[in-house]
Structure formats: C-alpha cells, structure tokens
C-alpha cells in the first residue's frame, strides 16, 4: 500500500520519514518516492505492506501532525 505525506519540512530525508513510520505505525518501508513540485510543501510517497486496518490507524495519527515544523497532510492511496 502507499501512503502519501505532504507539506513535509524540506531539509526531511528518507530515513526520518522510516523511522517517523517505524515509531507510529509497525511497518517497514519498502520505497520513497519523492513527489516532484515548487518545494514549497514537498511531499512523499512511502510503500510498505500493511492491511486496510494499520493503513487506516496510520493515516489518523500522522494527518495533522506537527512534525519537524510543520503540520502533515497524510492520505492514504488506493491506486
């Protein structure tokens, strides 16, 4: 499944967005892929396995969350 982080904080590498999914969601990430744009709210897309379930609790906790200075927009993709 892949999960979709925005409004990341610019200077966020790949392995702090692992380890910000390793402590709220017991997953592994398996790819992070970059989401092009203007760098004003970069943004990622994390692919990991997990059910409909740890991707639903997932979502809700990190959506909103201030971390590293900013407030996440987090969404699940189904496609």
């Given at each position: 499944m892949k999960l979709w982080v925005g409004n990341?904080?610019?200077d966020v590498t790949d392995d702090d967005?692992?380890?910000l999914l390793d402590?709220?969601?017991p997953v592994k990430v398996e790819a992070v892929e970059?989401?092009?744009g203007d760098?004003?709210?970069p943004a990622a897309i994390?692919?990991?396995a997990a059910t409909s379930e740890q991707m639903s609790q997932?979502?809700?906790?990190?959506?909103?969350?201030?971390?590293?200075?900013?407030?996440?927009?987090?969404?699940?993709?189904t496609r």
């Open positions: 990341i904080a610019p967005l692992r380890a402590k709220y969601g970059r989401v092009p760098g004003s709210r994390l692919d990991f997932i979502t809700q906790r990190l959506n909103g969350m201030y971390w590293k200075g900013r407030s996440l927009t987090v969404q699940a993709m």
